[in-house]
């Protein structure tokens, strides 16, 4: 059972290029997350995905794209990358969009923009 | 809006010493509060969660936290500290709205030396 999945686990990237980080789950879960991690500002949330056919912006959207490809897959698009979105990016998911849900995070893509 | 706050980015105690981690929030609405735990290169693991029920609310490994309204604490806790649960430790709040999208803390990073 693999839980969250991310794909690359490290990208390097020139200002300008763009990607996309991939994360699918194997656990049904109905609700996925985009975060990004920074030294002492903890996680923030980019987008979410309450429900398959659902995205809207977290506190930190600007600057990213998502598509819920299906229930499994969520994945997060840098259309033009820039040094301020050097980071580490965690996917997570949730049995269902109530603030109780636990959120299983996969492992991380390290995201470095020079 | 909700916030949290984590004193101390850094705490170190000898094995076998009580750990002690500290969480305040705010919140215009009753709170969801939640532990996680994050591994080197990992990505984060719920310790615990206090969603209404009990004020004490006991985790995995040994941890517990206790709600203090009084106080908008939430403070994580262990009896004796153990090598094994040298980490970071985030504490989060559920946004406002119903939905899952969590506010975290800056997070402590734990040291636990022989």
């Known amino acids: 059972n693999a839980g969250v999945t991310q794909t690359p686990k490290f990208q390097v990237l020139k200002t300008g290029q763009s990607m996309t980080l991939q994360c699918a789950q194997d656990?049904?879960?109905?609700?996925m997350y985009w975060y990004r991690q920074d030294p002492g500002m903890g996680l923030r949330l980019i987008y979410y995905?309450?429900?398959?056919?659902?995205?809207d912006k977290g506190e930190v959207p600007n600057g990213y794209n998502v598509s819920r490809l299906n229930k499994r897959e969520f994945s997060l698009r840098l259309e033009s990358a820039a040094p301020s979105q050097t980071s580490v990016y965690f996917c997570?998911?949730?049995?269902?969009?109530?603030?109780?849900?636990?959120?299983?995070f996969g492992n991380g893509t390290r995201l470095t923009v020079t | 809006a909700q916030s949290v706050t984590q004193l101390g980015s850094h705490v170190s105690v000898s094995e076998g010493a009580l750990v002690l981690l500290r969480c305040n929030y705010s919140?215009?609405?009753?709170?969801?509060l939640f532990w996680y735990v994050q591994y080197p290169n990992q990505g984060l693991q719920l310790l615990l969660k206090?969603?209404?029920?009990?004020?004490l609310v006991k985790g995995i490994n040994g941890f517990e936290a206790e709600f203090k309204k009084s106080e908008t604490s939430f403070h994580l806790t262990k009896p004796s500290a153990h090598m094994s649960d040298a980490a970071e430790y985030f504490c989060?709040?559920?946004?406002?709205?119903?939905?899952?999208?969590?506010?975290f803390g800056a997070g402590t990073r734990l040291a636990v030396h022989p």
């Open positions: 997570a998911s949730s049995l269902s969009e109530i603030n109780n849900s636990p959120l299983h």
């Open positions: 656990m049904n879960h109905n609700s």
């Open positions: 995905s309450a429900s398959e056919g659902t995205t």
């Open positions: 919140s215009s609405v009753p709170p969801y």
């Open positions: 206090y969603t209404s029920a009990a004020t």
């Open positions: 989060a709040v559920s946004h406002s709205g119903g939905y899952n999208k969590l506010i």
